[in-house]
């Protein structure tokens, strides 16, 4: 991936565009998390349910602070041994975060990536939604080839670059007890 598609893709983010990039094990879908509208296009796209709630990513803890909050100390403990890494935690949402964020939930995911492309995305826009790039009830993309399938130009931009060596999309936590919600790899 070149510097010139990362500015590419970041000004497109900036401007309240959606685009498509390569996550630890599939693409997602991403944007601005406070875009209504740029939300609003994903959660089309994908036919996505705006109660179901989204997955935020992030460079670094700092960019999620307006997002998450930590109820005790064992609990971003927790959290923090994970980070920067493949596992999404299910926090307690502070109370301004929007209902299109977090769903019908008073909880939102989140990660804070080791991924190159999104720690590389992230530093230039803050925290990005992050959901798998398919429909619903479809697999996942994979490749940027199976994302222009599902979406054709739908889609403002599709960052080509390598997804991660994950098989499967990340693993989700609940933060309070650590249960395995949906197991990654």
């Known amino acids: 991936m070149s510097s010139w598609h990362l500015n590419l893709a970041t000004r497109i983010i900036l401007g309240g565009g959606v685009i498509a990039y390569p996550t630890e094990a599939v693409y997602g879908l991403g944007c601005l998390p406070h875009d209504y509208f740029a ?83 992230c530093e230039k826009t803050g925290a990005l939604v992050s959901t798998s790039a398919n429909p619903a009830n479809r697999p996942p993309a994979k490749s940027a080839l199976k994302v222009r399938i599902y979406f054709g130009q739908s889609l403002d931009y599709i960052l080509h670059a390598s997804i991660g060596s994950n098989r499967q999309p990340t693993e989700i936590r609940e933060a309070y007890t650590g249960k395995i919600l949906r197991p990654g790899g």
Do not use: C, D, M
Not at 39 to 64: D, F, H, M, S
Not at 85 to 102: F, K, M, N
């Open 39 to 121: 939300v609003a296009r994903i959660l089309n796209l994908k036919n996505r349910p705006v109660k179901k709630g989204l997955i935020l990513v992030a460079a670094n803890i700092e960019q999620l602070a307006g997002y998450i909050e930590f109820p005790h100390e064992t609990v971003r403990q927790r959290v923090l041994s994970t980070w920067p890494g493949p596992v999404t935690w299910v926090l307690p949402a502070r109370p301004e975060v929007p209902i299109w964020l977090r769903g019908q939930h008073n909880t939102i995911a989140a990660r804070v990536s080791k991924h190159e492309v999104i720690r590389s995305l």
